[in-house]
């Protein structure tokens, strides 16, 4: 059987990657686990296509869980913070074709925007590091 090509991004630098894996180190910023499941026409529009990715809500979670578990974290057991945060995402991307943050302010400017589509390089983020969230508490530490 041919296995189907996917789509992957890396949460960090937003590097595309097609293939049957993604690979554990992304070649372009040399970040572990980085790459987050995505649709084609997410990827297509990461790289300035026009339109949202087509996924639902569910598929994103997916997605996100499977990026978490990876990583050795996970998404908020808070079941309805998670649910708003993913409502708020894909609303956003409706909006503005690109997975944004629900709770940061876009400017406008593609190259800030793309830092902060979801999921962006939080494990960076000083919030991360002192209260072991991202700055939306989507991810979180395992205790
Ligand atoms: S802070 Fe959390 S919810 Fe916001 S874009 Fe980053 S990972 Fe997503
Ligand atoms: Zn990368």
Not at 1 to 26: F, L, S
Not at 35 to 64: H, I, P, Q, T
């Amino acid at each position: 059987m041919i296995e189907m090509k996917r789509c992957w991004r890396c949460n960090v630098c937003n590097d595309i990657h097609y293939g049957i894996a993604c690979p554990e180190v992304c070649p372009t910023c040399m970040q572990n686990n980085s790459y987050c499941e995505v649709s084609e026409k997410e990827a297509r529009n990461m790289m300035g296509a026009e339109g949202g990715s087509g996924m639902d809500a569910a598929a994103v979670l997916s997605a996100w869980e499977k990026f978490a578990e990876k990583n050795g974290f996970m998404l908020n057991p808070d079941k309805e913070h998670v649910d708003l945060i993913t409502k708020g995402v894909l609303m956003n991307e409706s909006k503005f074709g690109l997975k944004l943050c629900p709770c940061r302010l876009r400017d406008g400017k593609r190259e800030r925007d793309l830092k902060i589509t979801c999921p962006c390089n939080f494990r960076a983020d000083e919030n991360w590091k002192e209260k072991g969230m991202c700055w939306c508490g989507l991810f979180v530490k395992k205790k």
